[in-house]
């Protein structure tokens, strides 16, 4: 399980906060990297114990930022939680047929969550 009081984490952490110069990558360097957010949030793989570790410590899916920008980013993915939620059940409902709902956002690609999570802290 990970866990985010381990060596391994606090040495990861302070690897990538320094190979960025301890800049925010969401807010294009105008704060301090005080964190590292998983881009891809580890709660949306759990079901995938297979995956958990690539995503856990896999380059690619950590980005060092403020904390600013990571209550921002928790607070965006949760929202996009509840609407694939709420797109999912309407899709399994056998008696409305929905022909304008959004698409379902894959939670686990992470360069559409980056993306995603980018246009919206720079269009705050």
Known sequence: MFNYGSN?????SLKIRAENGFFCQYCDHLHGADCVDHIV???DVLTLPNYLKDYAYNRKNLIPCCQ????????????????NADIVAK?????????????????TDINTIKDLVMNKLRNK
């Open 8 to 12: 391994r984490w606090k040495r990861t």
């Open 91 to 107: 899709q399994n409902d056998p008696i409305i047929y929905y022909d304008n709902l959004p698409p379902i956002i894959n939670l």
């Open 68 to 83: 600013h920008a990571h209550n921002i980013k928790t607070a965006y993915m949760r929202s996009i939680r509840k609407d």
């Open 41 to 43: 949030e580890l709660s």
